[in-house]
């Protein structure tokens, strides 16, 4: 878990097959998972991401889980699990880009990618409401930051062939915005590379 830089105080070494399986039989439990979250195991944690009602999550809560995330793989799942679908969702994607705590920054950007994932039925138009979020982060060198806005971008540019040729414009755009920055130039040449595949190309013309 260290060499794939997931780091938590307290772990007992359960697999994701296992965290998984328990989820299936426990099903969606809310109070049990505020309770498990409170405990601040690694596992417990994982599996409160998979059996919490999005619909029950309040603000308060929202902010309470997303102020504890001490590494990437918490971070993911319960931005993948629940707040991918909570009612104020790009309320608070704005909020936490603006917070300068690295993994709740890389939750604003972990929820747009799973968001640009799983709602199929989501205007295209309505992700260009990030862009201004991905031009003003894009600088940020943490590692687990700079993954997300690129993970966000290269997502959004994968649903369609509009927004991939809207998403190719934003990384020439944050190129001429920031010429120097290295962070920018990885981001961007990493996105272009996929965005311009020509197997990602093929799929999105079908």
Known sequence: MARFGIVSKKVFGL?????????????????????????GIYESRILAGLIADPQKMNRELTDKWVNDFDNW?????TCSNIFDKINFRDEKIFEWAE?????VRRAAFATIAYNAVHDKKRDDDEFIM???????????????????VNWAIRQMGKRSRYLNSICLELCEELLKLYPSDKTVKWITTDAIRELTDEKILARLKR
Do not use: Q
């Open 15 to 39: 697999s994701s097959p296992m965290i998984k399986a328990l989820a299936k039989k426990v099903k969606k439990n809310h109070e049990l998972a505020i309770e498990l979250w409170e405990t």
């Open 73 to 77: 793989a918490i971070c993911d799942n």
């Open 130 to 148: 990030y862009f201004p979020l991905i031009k003003t982060y894009a600088i940020d060198n943490r590692n687990f930051v700079k993954k997300a």
């Open 99 to 103: 917070n300068d705590k690295e993994f």
